[in-house]
Nanobody, 125 residues
Framework: QVQLVESGGGLVQAGGSLRLSCAAS????????MGWFRQAPGKEREFVAF????????HYADSVKGRFTISRDNAKNTVYLQMNSLKPEDTAVYSC??????????????????WGQGTQVTVSS
């Protein structure tokens, strides 16, 4: 079992930055690939960013590539999402998720086993 708790959301103006954190507990953090997903009102949950268990590989949705950076610190059991040049269309609830490292790399939300409660990010124009 992995418990995930996000923090760092808030209200920011367009062009600004936020850094989300996701703290894990309950199991060996480095045994899990980690992903960030988001869901805007009235829309389906969508993939944002992925990082492999070791941190050596990352992948991003086209909509955030070049603006967002995912990273992890396995010693601190934490994954981060640095979000720069934020746009109003980035407004959503952002959630981190974990999947077992022996599973294939995936960007599908339904293949992640553990989820945090989410943190709201609102970008004003």
């Amino acid at each position: 079992q992995v418990q995930l708790v996000e923090s760092g959301g808030g209200l920011v103006q367009a062009g600004g930055s936020l850094r989300l954190s996701c703290a894990a507990s309950g199991s060996t953090f480095s045994n899990y690939h980690m992903g960030w997903f988001r869901q805007a009102p009235g829309k389906e949950r969508e993939f944002v960013a992925f990082i492999i268990w070791s941190g050596e590989y990352t992948h991003y949705a086209d909509s955030v590539k070049g603006r967002f950076t995912i990273s992890r610190d396995n010693a601190k059991n934490t994954v981060y999402l640095q979000m720069n040049s934020l746009k109003p269309e980035d407004t959503a609830v952002y959630s981190c998720a974990a999947c077992w490292f022996r599973s294939a790399i995936t960007f599908r939300a339904d293949e992640y086993e553990y989820w945090g409660q989410g943190t709201q990010v609102t970008v004003s124009s």
